[in-house]
């Protein structure tokens, strides 16, 4: 059977393009594996938002050009934002890739992959390719235990506010609306597929408006809300300038969102701000704050922070301390400044990368204190939260997220993916925070956010095969 690998470079949109692929490449008879040795067609799907990212994607070509060499035939593909952004000159740098997709021609490689599929499959893997070191890496969209309580739908894509820093606008173009009937369509797809919680996904989620109804974003919420069979509901990712009464009036009132508000600063300094050309002032980011806690009290802020953008004082970082200091973010993505090709920022002075880092581990620090509080009042409560799989440090506990997205780890027992298909949801005793997420007991499983808990000792592991589950429930 022809078989596809994808590896995901970025955000949550690129994850939901890399779903989209792999429900294309499903439709037209591959299987989706985790081992880019064994595929006929490797994906790799990229980022350029981060100089980091575009140095990994190009990394990891080089890697994938030695499965060209030991099998001809296999199609290697890039895709995402970087090849949009680098069409012309990937063909240079990468000639062994086959095919280069940018972020608007995902129909079209969905396409291909119907031209793509062999007619026959060799089971037996090539000489050469059994002498090829592991690749290493990790593939997307593999059909695991788990992969079906959460989905991913884009609701917009591109952007049009051009921030001085960012590609994106130029990647993937300004905004792009879908319908609202087509979001729907697709959420009732993932929930009847098992999805526990959808996650609506675009560069400006809360910017969208239906493109023939005009419908906000706040009526999309309640729209999606409303639909039969939805544990949970989240978005990513807001911007400040889109955060209105209505939209916070909406988020309060609805009881299946994740009460998980990102919504990002990226400085505390005006004269930062507007070279950034971010649309908003420090006294204006307060004010959506207070906002937001007055609707949504109960709720864990998150943010983006970016330390050392050009023309960055020392009195301007000191000003976004402060306002971490004293918001208190319960999560932050936190970056030093890196140029990006194309971008307005990237022809301005950098600051010295010492001064970056720097000043990167004392904003880490004071963001780190208000994580360790945030889940420190998790400590000796009953969670409940959604099953990821099991831990990457540890194969013998499950990982699983609280609603407000916290990361928790705790031994699975004999709690495996027969019981947890039907009943992902865990209840955890937290016994230790850390400022990576917190760690406990198993106490119980249930099939749904708002259903009772089979109870469970993880400690004695119970074997839970042997309990009649329809009795229980």
């Known amino acids: 059977m022809a078989s596809i690998y994808i590896e995901t470079f970025g955000c949550q949109m690129n994850e939901a393009d890399s779903q989209y692929i792999a429900g294309r490449a499903a439709a037209a008879g591959y299987a989706v594996t985790a081992v880019a040795s064994e595929a006929s067609v490797v994906v790799l799907n990229t980022c350029t938002v981060r100089d980091n990212a575009e140095r990994r994607a190009y990394g990891r070509m080089s890697h994938f050009k030695a499965l060209k060499a030991a099998d001809p035939a296999l199609k290697l593909v890039v895709c995402g934002c970087l090849a949009e952004q680098d069409k012309d000159r990937m063909r240079g740098k990468a000639p062994y890739v086959d095919a280069i997709f940018g972020t608007r021609d995902l129909a079209r490689l969905g396409d291909a992959l119907e031209f793509w599929r062999p007619d026959f499959v060799d089971d037996e893997q090539s000489e050469a390719k059994l002498l090829l070191a592991p690749m290493g890496g990790h593939g997307d969209c593999v059909g695991n235990d788990y992969a079906h309580v959460r989905a991913f739908v884009n609701v917009q894509r591109g952007c049009s506010y051009f921030c001085t820093y960012c590609i994106v606008p130029y990647v993937r173009g300004r905004f792009d609306n879908r319908a609202t009937d087509e979001i729907l369509a697709e959420c009732r797809t993932a929930l009847a597929r098992g999805a526990r919680e959808l996650t609506l996904v675009g560069q400006t989620v809360n910017a969208y408006k239906d493109p023939a109804s005009g419908a906000d974003f706040a009526d999309l919420l309640e729209a999606v809300a409303g639909l039969a069979g939805i544990d949970r509901l989240t978005f990513l990712t807001s911007h400040p300038k889109d955060y209105t009464p209505k939209l916070a009036a909406t988020m309060g009132a609805l009881p299946q969102l994740n009460p998980r508000f990102h919504l990002p600063v990226q400085s505390g300094s005006d004269p930062v701000l507007r070279r950034m050309n971010r649309k908003y002032t420090v006294a204006q980011y307060r004010e959506k704050i207070a906002l937001f806690r007055e609707r949504c009290p109960e709720w864990a802020l998150t943010t983006d922070l970016i330390v050392a953008f050009p023309g960055e004082t020392e009195a301007d970082f000191g000003a976004t301390l402060e306002l971490c200091e004293e918001i208190g973010f319960a999560q932050a993505f936190m970056f030093v400044y890196s140029p990006r090709r194309g971008t307005p920022a990237a022809h301005w002075e950098l600051i010295a990368p010492e001064t970056g880092n720097e000043r990167l581990r004392r904003l880490a620090a004071t963001i780190d204190r ?86 469970v000792d993880a400690r004695r592991a119970i074997d839970l095969v042997t309990i009649d589950f329809v009795a229980a429930g």
């Open 370 to 455: 208000g994580v360790r509080a945030w889940h420190e009042r998790k400590r000796g409560q009953i969670v409940r939260a959604l099953v990821q799989g099991p831990s990457r440090k540890d194969p013998a506990k499950l990982a699983a997220k609280t609603i407000d997205n916290v990361t928790v780890v705790a031994p699975a027992g004999s709690l495996g993916p027969q019981q947890l298909r039907e009943r992902p949801w865990l209840d955890i005793r937290i016994g230790e925070s850390f400022t990576w997420g917190c760690t406990g007991e198993i106490v119980g499983i249930a099939d749904r956010y708002d259903a009772a808990a089979l109870p």
